[in-house]
Each structure stands twice: as C-alpha cells, then as structure tokens.
C-alpha cells in the first residue's frame, strides 16, 4: 500500500538554526498538508499546497516557515529561525483529489529545539 | 472561535465490548467530519467519515453517528480489541476554498483492557 514518507524521524537542532523537514507524498495525490502536533495536544493545521501554490496557511505559519516542492517530488517545510516551541511532531499528510476526505498522513517528524 | 473538541480525554473498555468515542462540534458548516486513530509514536490514519448531510455511516467494525441537531459526532467500536488502543480524533474538514484543511479536536485515549 503507497505511504507518504517523511524524513529526518527525528531533528535536534539549536535555537536560531534552520531546519528543513522533507516529505514524499504519494505519487499521484495532488494536495498536500503540514500539521504539527506539540507533545500532548491536539494535531494542528500549518498550511496546505495544491498546483505548486500555498491554498491556504494558518496562524501558526509566519514568516519563519516556508514549503515548496523543488523537484516534483519531495514536498518541504523551511522553519528559518527555529524557537524552542517550534519543538513538535511535524506531520505531513497528502490527498489524491477533492473527491475525499482521506488524507493519509505520514509517520511525521519530531523535531527537538534546544 | 468554532473548533471542535471532545467530551472524555480517556475511556478504557473491556475487549470484546463495545466503544463510544463521543465528540463535539461548533462549526455547523463543515461539510465532512473524520475520525482518525493515532497510535504511539505514528501518525494519524483515517478510519472513517460522514457527510454532513447524512447521520449515520457504517465500515468495518466502526460506526458513525452524525447529531447535527445537537452538533455531536460519535465513534462506535465494535468488538473491541488490543489493537483498537489509541487515541482518537475527531476533525472537521475546512470551511474555505477547498483547501480541505482538517481541524482536529482534543483527542479520546482508548484504552483495551485484555
């Protein structure tokens, strides 16, 4: 069964570094999704990406973060400046079309702020 | 602002008994309401999803219920088993321009007693 996969599995980095977190979305999905999740809370939406363009971006997604997909295949998120409650788990989910509602998600990202 | 949220944080159950995951929403425009199953350390997996203009869905072992009256949204688990421990989100898929967005609530950690 297809997968979205997401890499690294875990980030430590220092407060004020860069981190790119990357994501191959299954092959023939179109829409594809950052959420982050804090330790113990609930899952968050960060933005979503269709047609190589932001959709639509959530509070939470300042001027810190970014996404892009650069080669057609991985799909990224930038944090520029990272802040120590930008330590979370980052998820990245796909959709094949607007038809459905099943966004499959990928194992996610744990990133660690120091 | 309207979010959607759930009324127990844990439920434990015996195995082989029957689940109710119970979940409430504000946001009466939604179009989509999804559960999902998010086990330790994964991300989260679709189980299930209702329309807005229907009340009940059924899949394998799972049922939703749909209260737009009442704006309450239900999970049922049949036959309960081991494999069935997670946590459990309820989410709403975005009002906008089909971004398809998912606003998820708090969570219900479910807990099989063997």
């Known amino acids: 069964e297809p997968e979205v996969t997401q890499t690294p599995s875990h980030q430590v980095t220092q407060m004020g570094q860069e981190v790119i977190l990357r994501c191959v979305p299954i092959s023939n999905h179109l829409y594809f999704y950052w959420y982050r999740q804090i330790l113990g809370q609930k899952v968050e939406f960060l933005v979503s990406?269709?047609?190589?363009?932001?959709?639509?971006k959530s509070e939470i997604f300042d001027d810190q973060f970014s996404v892009e997909r650069p080669d057609g295949s991985n799909f990224t998120l930038k944090i520029r400046s990272t802040k120590l409650e930008d330590s979370a788990m980052y998820f990245c989910?796909?959709?094949?079309?607007?038809?459905?509602?099943?966004?499959?998600f990928g194992p996610g990202t744990r990133l660690t702020v120091l | 602002g309207e979010s959607v949220g759930l009324h127990l944080p844990t439920l434990s159950v015996q195995e082989g008994d029957n689940s109710i995951i119970n979940c409430a929403y504000s946001?009466?425009?939604?179009?989509?309401f999804i559960w999902y199953k998010q086990e330790s350390g994964k991300g989260p997996q679709f189980i299930i999803d209702i329309r807005s203009n229907m009340d009940k869905r059924q899949g394998q072992r799972v049922t939703v219920l749909l209260n737009k009256t009442v704006k309450h949204l239900s999970l049922q688990i049949a036959a309960t088993q081991p494999g069935d421990s997670a946590v459990y989100f309820c989410?709403?898929?975005?009002?906008?321009?089909?971004?398809?967005?998912?606003?998820f609530g708090k969570g219900t950690k479910l807990s099989v007693i063997p």
């Open positions: 989410a709403e898929n975005g009002s906008g321009a089909g971004s398809y967005q998912l606003t």
């Open positions: 946001n009466s425009a939604s179009d989509y």
């Open positions: 989910a796909t959709l094949r079309d607007r038809g459905n509602n099943e966004q499959f």
């Open positions: 990406f269709y047609n190589n363009e932001i959709s639509e």
